[in-house]
């Protein structure tokens, strides 16, 4: 488990995934480098290593007899700080979250205390959590698909079995079913997406590549650069880049996949040649002077 990519051997590291319309899965670049290891994907870890973190949180500090970590500490970072204030966020999935500890999500699952974190990073998903009074814990990662809900559907189950609950089997199978029936319809994106995609692709820039072409500013925000190769447009913010696509009429609206998001990208008009801005991410970037 690593913090960084320094050192790392690139050919044990998954990769992320994409659905496609046929039913099979491409994959994907890694994204990350050492200067995005941040919040929503910032360790490189295996299922061992999380099953033994996950079990020395269980057990007090405490790894194959041997105190690892005071078990005060390990008790503060199971309590509650900061209770959720919307209704939304006391819900994911099929359990309770009553709010944040330090590092953790404190909740309940079907009455009984639960510590989880779970997270997600362009199509990669991991689930860690136990339930203190059972002293039993799951760790489930995922690397696309709806792989992100198999993962909470595991542990739910693992669960209902150990606690001997008569409907664990009847519930995890329509869950199941349920998750089987969403796969058709994500296909059916699938094939939107890949349809649209090779419609915009061979669309015409509404504008010369000089409107668009340039460096952008804005304060907190850094800068985004966008280049222009064979009537391609590139946008490059920080470490992250993608191929900007022309819209599908003449609006100032592209679209830009960043580490396996996509984001609307707007320039403002201009009757003096080049954009004088774009927005992205709600913020505007303001060309820069050259």
């Not at 320094?6 to 994959?27: F, M, N, Q, V």
């Not at 809900?149 to 008569?166: F, K, N, P, Q």
Request: charged letters at 20%.
């Amino acid at each position: 488990t690593g913090s960084t990519l320094h050192g790392a051997d690139g050919a044990r590291i998954a990769l992320p995934h994409r659905l496609r319309a046929d039913g099979t899965y491409a994959s994907e670049p890694f994204a990350k480098v050492d200067a995005t290891m941040n919040s929503a994907g910032g360790h490189l870890s295996t299922l061992d290593d999380l099953a033994r973190w996950t079990i020395i949180q269980m057990d007090g500090g405490v790894w194959d007899g041997r105190v690892v970590f005071p078990r005060t500490t390990v008790s503060l970072a199971h309590r509650l700080i900061a209770p959720h204030t919307r209704e939304q966020a006391r819900r994911f999935a099929y359990f309770d979250r009553e709010g944040w500890g330090a590092g953790w999500d404190i909740g309940a699952y079907r009455g009984e205390r639960m510590v989880s974190r779970f997270g997600g990073y362009a199509s990669y998903r991991s689930h860690l959590s136990f339930l203190p009074g059972r002293r039993i814990g799951v760790v489930a990662m995922s690397t696309g698909g709806l792989g992100a809900s198999l993962t909470d559907l595991v542990a739910a189950y693992t669960y209902d079995l150990e606690a001997g609950r008569s409907d664990a089997h009847r519930v995890a199978w329509g869950r199941l079913d349920s998750l089987r029936g969403r796969l058709s319809t994500a296909r059916d994106a699938a094939a939107r997406q890949e349809a649209a995609l090779a419609t915009r692709t061979a669309y015409p820039l509404p504008h010369p590549d000089a409107f668009y072409v340039g460096d952008y500013e804005a304060p907190g925000y850094g800068r985004v650069r966008v280049t222009a190769s064979g009537r391609q447009l590139h946008l490059a913010w920080g470490v992250l880049e993608g191929r900007l696509i022309p819209p599908t009429a003449a609006a100032d609206t592209l679209d830009v996949t960043l580490a396996g998001v996509t984001y609307p990208v707007t320039f403002e008009p201009s009757s003096g040649g080049a954009a004088p801005a774009l927005v992205l991410e709600r913020r505007r970037f303001s060309r820069a002077a050259r």
